[in-house]
């Protein structure tokens, strides 16, 4: 996780591409089960939170 700088979307398709993963087929079903996959983040952010830890929050 030790990049210079925010990673452009072309480099993240990139690098899904290279490991075998479809970024089109995850972007759809992240659109399907948003609702659930942005409760999981919540729910980690505020257990981050509890424990002090800090970092970017999902927005």
Known sequence: MATPARLQ???VDAALRDVGLDSEAMA???RRRSTFVDGILARNAAQADGFGL???RPS
Request: proline letters at 11%; a negative charge.
């Open 9 to 11: 979307l072309v480099e």
């Open 28 to 30: 759809a079903t992240y």
């Open 54 to 56: 800090s970092g970017p």
